[in-house]
């Protein structure tokens, strides 16, 4: 089997295919099969340079093309999986080693408005967070940008005042999303103020990249410190794990170089007894992500992302739901995602 041409299907943002700048791109092959997947980048950045370095080549020999560029165009990767697992009329999961059939969800949400979300009170916070438990979910989580963090924290008391242990709550600080990064004074303040109110982790305290201050926060908080969203060199995730500085990895589908790159990075958490969840995304964004996830099994949830409340997910994804031959495009019960179980990353597009 041959790759024979790499191009653009769908390429727009209109809510059609979930979070951030939206494509679909697709790779074929000289035996018919159809590889595709989404990508959170514009694919013209680099679609003529996996041209060049794919067609002709066997779209099975994922480890030779990471060294030829591949590590860089996660989503092509993503669809030479697809192809793979068309091929042999599985899903992913199931060829990486198929650990689980559905895994327990968080919802990070973000409000419209103001970034930092200032504009939204604790209450209403809480209020939706009671709506989303009141619909089976039982894990959420919110930004960190407020000017003064110790807002951030009277939010997240709020909705543990809320829902209490039925539902956790995470922090997502994302130091460089706001703007400006936290001294450690600042870091540890907050950290430990999350811990009294019941937090369940505080994500990328520092700025992205950042080992030694994240190491020395991870030693001396008991709330996980977590992080890696941005990262895909299997150098640095090992030196995060070597100095301690994130109680869970959080590399991403799509940044962290593709799904057999995430498997490697899991596989070093795994060694040091360390958690691997994935950042997440939304729609068919989410596809590549559930299927490497559900093949880890230091992998105990999923991210959905972004969330704009009151919205549910699956009023997200309703869009995407026609113009794919098998709605839904997931299913979630309880609180939990079912891993999609047709081949390749699980959804076939309707023609035209």
């Known amino acids: ?35 595709c997947a989404f990508s959170r980048n514009d694919p013209r950045t680099f679609i003529d340079s996996a041209q060049e370095a794919l067609i002709g080549k066997d779209p099975h020999a994922i480890e030779a093309h990471i060294g030829n560029g591949l590590l860089h165009w996660a989503s092509i990767e993503h669809a030479l999986w697809d192809i793979i697992g068309k091929e042999a009329g599985l899903p992913i999961h199931k060829l990486l080693g198929g650990f689980r059939e559905r895994l327990p969800v968080y919802l990070t949400c973000v409000w419209p408005g103001d970034a930092d979300q200032s504009h939204i009170p604790p209450q209403v916070v809480a209020e939706q967070a009671v709506a989303y438990l009141e619909q089976g979910f039982k894990a959420m989580k919110i930004r960190s940008w407020r000017s003064d963090p110790m807002d951030d924290v009277a939010v997240v008391k709020a ?45 990328e305290p520092f700025g992205r990249g950042e080992v030694h201050e994240s190491a020395r926060l991870n030693e001396v908080v008991d709330i996980p410190i977590t992080g890696g969203e941005g990262d895909y060199e299997l150098e640095m995730f090992r030196e995060y794990l070597k100095y301690g500085s994130f109680e869970i990895l959080q590399p991403d589908a799509f940044t962290g170089g593709g799904i057999l790159n995430i498997k490697k990075i899991a596989a070093l958490a795994e060694a040091h007894g360390k958690r691997c969840i994935l950042h997440g995304s939304n729609g068919f964004g989410l596809a590549a992500g559930l299927q490497i996830s559900a093949a880890l099994p230091n992998c105990d949830r999923m991210e959905i992302c972004v969330v704009t409340p009151p919205l549910t997910p699956q009023e997200h994804w309703e869009p995407a739901n026609q113009i794919i031959a098998n709605p839904p495009l997931y299913t979630i019960c309880d609180g939990c995602i079912e891993i999609p179980q047709s081949p390749g990353l699980g959804f076939d597009l309707l023609p035209g």
Do not use: C, N, Q
Not at 8 to 22: T, V
């Open 159 to 203: 909705v543990k005042d809320a829902v209490g242990d039925r539902m956790d709550i995470m922090v997502d600080r994302t130091a460089d999303g706001p703007g400006w990064i936290w001294d450690f004074g600042t870091a540890y303040r907050v950290a430990r103020a999350l811990e009294d109110v019941g937090a369940g982790w505080v994500e």
């Open 1 to 35: 089997m041959k790759i024979t041409h790499i191009d653009i299907i769908r390429d727009f943002d209109d809510g059609i295919l979930g979070h951030a700048a939206s494509a679909l791109v697709r790779v074929g092959t000289d035996s018919g099969i159809e590889g």
